[in-house]
Each structure stands twice: as structure tokens, then as C-alpha cells.
């Protein structure tokens, strides 16, 4: 890496999580679909915020939350995704550039500032997106996603220099679910290779995949190097319930690909190997939110300092084990330093 | 209580908490008072929340975090403070309404929604008030308030019904640094004694103290009740160095003198009984945001079910011990069945 580029250039959906515990019934009450991302409109949105218990709020999104472990790592981690500019969007902006995360996206603009411009009839625009995540007593998490400001990213907010400086391009696939954020999810692969960067994925969300299941299978085939996803994902993409064929599969179409499981660790195949490790012990799980991310977070700070694939895997679970033993998905302690002390 | 009054109705600052990590080098780089309530300006704020950490956000307010405390343990207390109609105001008010405490105050309203009243030189008004919390490894908290939409907060916003419906009206001395709510404090000690109901005060800062000594001496000597105040707080507010000295005063002048000493207990007087609590072993002190105003609510919770002094200094001190295990100073479990384990 040169000293003046990016390890990693994240996009993704730029969200502010609002985090309360629940109960399986209020769940069942509500419809919410249990341990899954399900995308709501504004006014559901109010609707369930109505209905929830007293609530954290911290910066989130999945891939926002990977490049701020790659940073709490010492990493130098760049992130594009569009906020609005209001209070949760400057949370947001602030944590990134609190941990030290490259992120110029300009904000959607409030249009109630453009005094000049107001029209009665003319709205502010969507506000910034937050996540609704609800914690049941087994940490699960289930998490109702208002996008808001978040559909506005589109091609035109990809900074080609910043992608072309990163050794990794990081995407999420919960960009899926929005035409212009595909286009520009698509276009960023492309500047990446003419780079000769390579290009990381992962796959987000079970229903996001069988949403996308033939896209993100030519995607992958064609421009991804490195899949992140977790075990019911990569069964989901490849349409089966044998992980063994899924693994197999994924082998033959990326050059790494991470399949975590859970408290089961992780399986990394590549080319002809396969190494599975074993998840972190955790005194206590108390909300899963973020372990993916986290895991993901660990294995690209390892893999862009050139570390063998064993060592990659056990600074994803490291750093994976931090994220669930507290409510939220971001790190609340150094990384680096457990980094350190766990000799990862 | 009667079946459809309040146990206790809270007037203060309505805040959002932003909560970060700090070093002592930090608190010395930027002049902040350590261990203390510093006021601050939007412009400091500003400048400060650029220079701190990634943060966590949280409803707060010293007696906002009282009431959610006392409706944590199965009470029905109400509330009264200013916020702005903005996200962080929408975030303060869902965490009361979540916990069932009464909050009805109107927001300052957002001036840029009224659109036919726009003038390009009219601001949009204060935004909800903000606290930046920067906790050092110490679990020390100095605090650094911009109190934003909370100043507008007057005697015009009393509800006398409410008052007049709570067994125990419960005043912030924070409230004392501006003229406005200085009047609406005597003014509702005024409503709460016409309807034969008690009147508590917690002093809230040592400096808050020294700035107002004199008039928070006549307050207590005319209208107050119940005294919540720490150790050095009371020491600030007689003047003297000497503890018993201080506690002596203060029995003098209300009915119920609560002395909260950190890890050395608390110390209640009240007429010729004097009480002495320890307090309640945990297992890691995180951060010391709230211990105060949540003793104070599993204090009030208790008195005003007609439990003793002792039963009363139990209960608050259960409920400090939780706060301080985990950031943030709203509980993050239910305080009825804490108390229940507890047998306080």
C-alpha cells in the first residue's frame, strides 16, 4: 500500500441505527421479519418508532460499520454514501471523521436552507435514513431499514480517484435494491479493474439475495474478487441447502471467498484451500448487529498488509467477537490495541 | 397516589447525550472542566463534537433521566422541558413517551416550516439542546452543555394540573443559570405548595452552586422539601469544608436531606434521624453519567409509596449501581425487576 492511499473504499447505504430491545411478541405483533434487513417506507418507519421502547442512536450501515473497524484498526479507510444535511446526517459524518475515515459524499442538501428557492409546495427532501434495529433477549437482531436520504447516491457521487487509490473495493449488497445505487455499485467495479484493484462484496441480507439471486451471481462471476457473505446467504445465492456445494460453487468465481457461520467460526476457500477457523469465545452476546461487518473489517486490514489467509480470518473474528458483546455496531475500544493483545 | 395522579413531575433542561471516550490530555487541551457542567455556545459546541471521538447518542437531562428512572421501575411520573422540533427533539420525546413518562410540552417550533412566513434574514430558531459527554478511563464524566431550545423554557410552560396532580415536584438546579426558568421554578414551588404537595431540589453542579449559593440557600430554607445533592455540592452550598457541618445546615432547612458520597454511599437527615447507606457493589464502574439523578429516582420511587428512609436510600442506591456499569445515563434494564432481585 502506498502510504498516501486508501486499504479499503467502501459504499454502502449511510444510516443512523436506532437500537431498542424487544420481545419475540412485539416481533410477531408488528410483522417484523425476525434476524432480517426488511426495507420500509417513511411512514412505517414512524409508525414502528412509535411502537418501540427508549432507544440508543448511533452512527451505522453495513458497510460504514466495516471501514470504521478497518479504522479503529489504524487502517486508512475511505467511505462513500450519501446523508441529508440535518442532525442525524452530522452524527453520522461526524463518526466517520472522528475515526479518522476519508468521506467527502456530498450531503443531500436541505432544501429549506435554499431560502431563495422556497416554494410552499416544495418539501425539504427525504431526511437521512436510519435502521430501526430491535434486539431480541438472544441478541438477534432485526432491523427495518427507512433508506431516506440514501437513495439519492448514484453514479455521479463515485470519486474515481479515491476508488483508483484503494487497494480494496468494498460494496454492499443491500445497494441492490436501488436501480441508480446498482448503476454506480457497477461503474465503481469498473473503475476498480482498470486500476487492477480488486473488488470485495458481501451479500448482506438472505432475502436481499434471493431479491438479486442471478445479478449478484453474474456480478460475482464477473468482477468480484473477494465475497463476504454468511452461511444462509451463500446458500441462498447458489440455491441450495448443501454448504459444501455453495463453497464449491463460490470457489470457481472468486479468488477468496468468506463464508462466516455464526458461533460455527468461518470457512475462507480460495483456489485449493480451504481454512476454517473457529468463532472468538464472548463472555456474553448481547447484540449481533455488526458481526458480519466486523469480521469483514478484520479480514481486509489483514489481507491489504499482505497477511496470510489464516491470519485475515482470525483478525475478522477478533474483531467480530468485540461488536457482539455490546449493544451497536460500532467498536468501543481500540481494535488495534485488542488487536494487539490477542495477537491477531 | 391516587390511581390517576403522578408519583413525581420533573422540570429541567431537556438534552440529547452525545457520549465519547476522552484522555485526561484531551480535557487539558481543550479547557474542560473535569468532573463538571460547563455551559457552552453553539459555536464551542461545534467546535468541540469536531474534536471529539466517534460518539453515541442517548436522551439525557439530569431530571429527565430521574423520571425515566422512576417509570423504568414502574412509576408514572411526567415531565416538563423544552426541545426544538427537529431529530434530536424527536429522539428526546419518542424515549419519554417509550417509557410512559407524561411529557406534553410543546417544541419550539422549527420557524423554516412555517413557509409563508419566511424571510431570508430569519433563522429557523435554537436547535434541541446537546450535552457532550466526554468520559475519561476513570469512568469520569465533565460535561459540556449547549443548552439550545431548552432556554426557551418559561413560566408560560407550566401545567399547574400536572403540579398539582404529583405528590412530588422535582426541580433541577441547572435550571438556576437562566432567569426564565429560574421564575418557572418558583413558580411552579408556588402551584405544587397550593396544592399541598412537596417540592425536591437536587443542587445538579458544584459550580452551578457557587454561582447561585445565596439564592439556592433561601429556595431550600422556603420551598424545598427534599434536598438531592452530592457531597461537595452540599459543602459548596454552606461554605464550609466540614460534611456534618453541611448536613447539620441542611437538616435545618428541609425535611429530607439526601448527601449522595459516590463509592462511600449516602448519607440521608431527616429531623433527628440520620441514615447511612453503603453503596452498592458493581462489578465495573464504565461511566458515572446519571449515578446522581437515578439514586434520586429509586429514592422518590420509593417515598412516594410511603416506604421508610431506609427502603427509600436502598432503592436509589440499586438503581445508581446500574447506571454506572454501561454508558449512558437512562437504564438499560429494567429497573422493577432489578428491584425485585434486589428486594429493594
Redesign the interface.
Known sequence: MSSSGFDVCAIGNALVDII?EASEDFLAAHKIARGAMTLIDAERAAYL??M????????GGSAANTV?GIASLGGHPAYMGKVKA???GA?FR??M???GVHFATPPAPDR??E??E?K?DRRGGA??GRCLILVTPDAQRSMNTYLGAAVEFGPADLQPDVIQDAQVTYLEGYLFDRDEAKEAFRAAAKIARAAGRQMALTLSDVFCVERHGAEFRALIKDDVDILFANQNELLALYETQDLQQAVAEARKHCKIAVTTRSEKGAIIASGKDTIEIAAEPVARVVDTTGAGDLFAAGFLFNLTRGRDLDACARLGAVCAAEIIGH??P?P?RSLKELAREKAA
Chains 1, 2 share one sequence.
Open positions: 431498542a418508532y412509535d418501540i421502547g427508549p432507544a440508543v442512536e448511533t452512527s470504521a440535518d442532525q442525524l452524527i461526524h463518526d471523521h472522528a475515526m429549506r436552507q431560502i431563495h422556497v410552499a431526511p437521512t449493544y451497536g460500532r468501543q
